[in-house]
């Protein structure tokens, strides 16, 4: 009982830093705006400047949201991908599911101007669209391979071999396009490589909100399932659990999560590996019951925090968020591991 009230609090902490982190975002920025003006904004007020109003409500707000939905879904699809190989360093790319989204934004914005003389990158909104829709795309299509190969094979080694595998010919494929691409082309793949919570807006952002928002939950429905495969097959197996359906539920779960961020932000790195660490060690637990919600609102305060410092004052613009996250990550998550080890 003493656990539960523990660990209660602890994710009462976690939501209290997304609100508190969720305020600054909205108030720190290249124009610093008061606490009680962002909540005069939020609450429909018109005495505010115009200019402070369009700030938070076209840019900071949606990329405040951005940022923590893309989190919690990087951070469920790692533990995801952790506890169906029972691999620590496996991720959400760990399948190649990143590098087949990579693969269609690729050949929408490097290979597209060959082909058809114009590339559909330099189309504004509609060339935002194709990007993402690429990016679905090409998710999709490896997630459906990555399905298809677990069908066929029995252990989890050899799946994940092969996922590593297909990343590894992606990515070689995507080399061969660069070569034969103008510089231009290769320098907006390489921007878009680097990962943003700012190219979702309006309509956009609600969208992606939205699916994220379908997505979660029902990750979180498989939280049994994950908790049975933790035990091993064999003893799952005994106790009436399907593996191989288990198993390719998870797969698709957590793919679905990586395709949608990937196609909105771009392929954000470390959050999905290094989160489910994270809050292994402040909960001390394996329990999914516990660690599905902890990653989840883990995963949010650390890409809010990313966020923030990623737009901090004295920066031109914005810093790519894969340059921050790391950087911010790192230090926490072995200090905690550290700490656990002693």
């Known amino acids: 009982m003493n656990g539960q009230r523990h660990w209660s609090l602890k ?19 290249t124009v610093a705006i008061p606490a009680d003006s962002v909540v005069s904004i939020l609450t429909g007020s018109e005495k505010e400047p115009v200019v402070w109003t369009n700030i938070v409500l076209s840019s900071r707000l949606p990329q405040t949201l951005t940022a923590m939905v893309a989190g ?61 829709m690429a990016a679905i795309v090409g998710a999709l299509l490896v997630m459906l391979l990555i399905i298809w190969i677990s069908n066929r094979v029995e252990g989890r080694g050899t799946l994940l071999i092969i996922g590593v595998m ?3 010919l992606a990515t070689a494929i995507i080399g061969v396009m660069k070569f034969l691409s103008p510089e231009e082309d290769v320098k907006a793949f390489v921007v878009w490589g680097l990962g943003s919570f700012s190219r979702v807006s309006g309509g956009d952002m609600l969208l992606f909100v939205a699916i994220m928002c379908v ?36 797969i698709v779960s957590s793919s679905l999560l990586v395709a949608i961020v990937t196609a909105y932000c771009g392929p954000i790195m470390f959050i999905g590996l290094a989160v489910p660490h994270l809050a292994r060690g402040l909960f001390r637990t394996s329990d999914h019951r516990v660690l599905m919600p902890a990653t989840m609102l883990s995963g949010a305060v650390l890409a809010l925090l990313c966020n923030l410092i990623a737009r901090m004052p004295g920066f031109e613009g914005a810093l790519p968020v894969n340059s921050v996250t790391a950087l911010v990550g790192a230090p926490v998550v072995a200090a905690i591991l550290f700490r656990r080890k002693r």
């Open 11 to 29: 994710l009462l902490l976690l939501v209290a830093a997304i609100l508190v982190l969720v305020v600054v975002n909205l108030m720190i920025g």
């Open 72 to 132: 919690a879904g990087l951070a469920v699809s790692g533990l995801q991908m952790q506890t169906v190989f029972r691999n620590p360093l496996a991720g959400p790319s760990v399948l190649g599911i990143s590098n087949g989204a990579a693969l269609g934004v690729a050949f929408v914005v490097l290979m597209s101007g060959q082909l058809g003389g114009v590339a559909l990158s330099r189309l504004g909104y509609l060339g935002d669209a194709a990007m993402s």
């Open 215 to 250: 997505l979660l939950p029902l990750a979180c429905l498989l939280v049994k399932p994950m908790n049975l495969l933790l035990l091993g097959d064999r003893y799952a197996a005994n106790l009436g659990l399907n593996i191989r359906r288990a198993r390719s539920q998870v």
């Open 166 to 168: 297909i990343g590894y």
